[in-house]
Nanobody
């Protein structure tokens, strides 16, 4: 059974930066595509970023493009989300996800991902 544990969320001022981490246990990340989603209070869950199994391809929501960077360290079984120039509208619970299919390309569709972490809260104050 795969477990995904996010960390790094906290209160930060607008314009600041955070790096979220997601450590996987129970299975190697090496051949798996992964992603980040977020959900703000009263809003639907939305795609943030995805990365293919090798790390060679990345995808971003238009709202975060140019500000956020997704990356992975397969040796550490860890996924990252570097968030710069944070805005109050980035406030949400951020979820790490894993596609159990081998050699996936990465996807914006939440139904692609079989495993989800418990989430980490990011709050951006104005």
């Amino acid at each position: 059974q795969v477990q995904l544990v996010e960390s790094g969320g906290r209160l930060v001022q607008a314009g600041g930066s955070l790096r979220l981490s997601c450590v996987a246990s129970g299975r190697t990340l090496r051949s798996k595509s992964m992603g980040w989603f977020r959900q703000a209070p009263g809003k639907e869950r939305e795609f943030v970023a995805a990365i293919n199994w090798s790390g060679g391809s990345t995808y971003y929501a238009d709202s975060v493009k140019g500000r956020f960077t997704i990356s992975r360290d397969n040796a550490k079984n860890t996924l990252y989300l570097q968030m710069n120039s944070l805005k109050p509208e980035d406030t949400a619970v951020y979820y790490c996800t894993l596609d159990n299919q081998n050699y996936g390309l990465g996807s914006q569709r939440p139904e692609t991902y079989e495993y989800w972490g418990q989430g980490t809260q990011v709050t951006v104050s104005s």
